[in-house]
């Protein structure tokens, strides 16, 4: 079975500083990738996603991730955190075809962004 | 385009009674799956339907089942509800599989709690 692990459960910044959030998967076959974000009070939202192509994908809000297919990672960056960039993300993966639906997530990452 | 609609938003039951919750997929989309969101397990997959059949289950119980309609709207139940099952349950949709190159839109989800 599949598996998606996120490094970090809360990560406390300051404004203007740069993020990365750390995601690992455990799937040997062709999957595609996400990440979602959850701002307080509100549903899940596609940050951004890798189906093929090029390994580095840019999303909304100034967010992109790499792919890195030799260590199963799929990381979030963003170059100067907001404060409205405060929220729960989530890392997700689905393997490609074979009838596997649904999405594996990870346990998320509570980041916070002090003024 | 209206969004993904849950309802009810909330719903407040008693151990050993059972529940429906309903999705509405956004418009032409014809994948519907379903998730429990809880603090400690985080989110995980419950089914996945797609044309009124099911195609992948999660890890739960057989108290847990689900039906999709001719309209692609979809149905979820709970039966003989145990405390644990206390829980945001979101249901998400897509144009055609997960297993596919196709993105999931998240609901609002409805929150169950188990008295």
């Known amino acids: 079975a599949q598996s998606v692990s996120q490094h970090n459960h809360h990560v406390i910044l300051s404004e203007a500083a740069s993020l990365e959030l750390g995601c690992n998967y455990s799937?040997?076959?062709?999957?595609?990738l996400f990440w979602y974000v959850q701002y307080p009070g509100q549903h899940l939202q596609l940050l951004l996603k890798y189906f093929s192509g090029d390994p580095l994908v840019k999303g909304i809000k100034g967010f992109e991730a790499e792919f890195i297919k030799s260590k199963f990672s799929f990381n979030l960056r963003k170059p100067s955190v907001q404060w409205s960039d405060t929220a729960e993300y989530f890392c997700?993966?689905?393997?490609?075809?074979?009838?596997?639906?649904?999405?594996?997530f990870g346990k998320g990452t509570h980041l916070i962004i002090q003024p | 385009k209206a969004g993904v609609t849950q309802t009810p938003r909330y719903l407040i039951k008693t151990r050993g009674q059972q529940v429906t919750l309903s999705c509405s997929p956004i418009?032409?989309?014809?994948?519907v799956s379903w998730y429990q969101q809880t603090p400690g397990q985080g989110l995980q997959f419950l089914f996945e339907y797609f044309s009124e059949t099911q195609r992948n289950k999660g890890n739960f119980p057989g108290r847990f089942s689900g039906r999709q309609f001719s309209n692609s709207r979809s149905e979820m139940n709970v039966s003989t509800l145990e405390l644990g099952d206390s829980a945001l349950y979101l249901c998400?949709?897509?144009?055609?599989?997960?297993?596919?190159?196709?993105?999931?839109?998240f609901g609002p989800g409805t929150r169950l709690t188990v008295l």
């Open positions: 418009s032409g989309h014809r994948s």
């Open positions: 997700a993966v689905n393997s490609r075809g074979g009838g596997a639906d649904g999405l594996t």
């Open positions: 799937y040997g076959g062709t999957v595609n």
């Open positions: 998400a949709s897509s144009l055609a599989p997960t297993s596919t190159l196709n993105e999931q839109f």
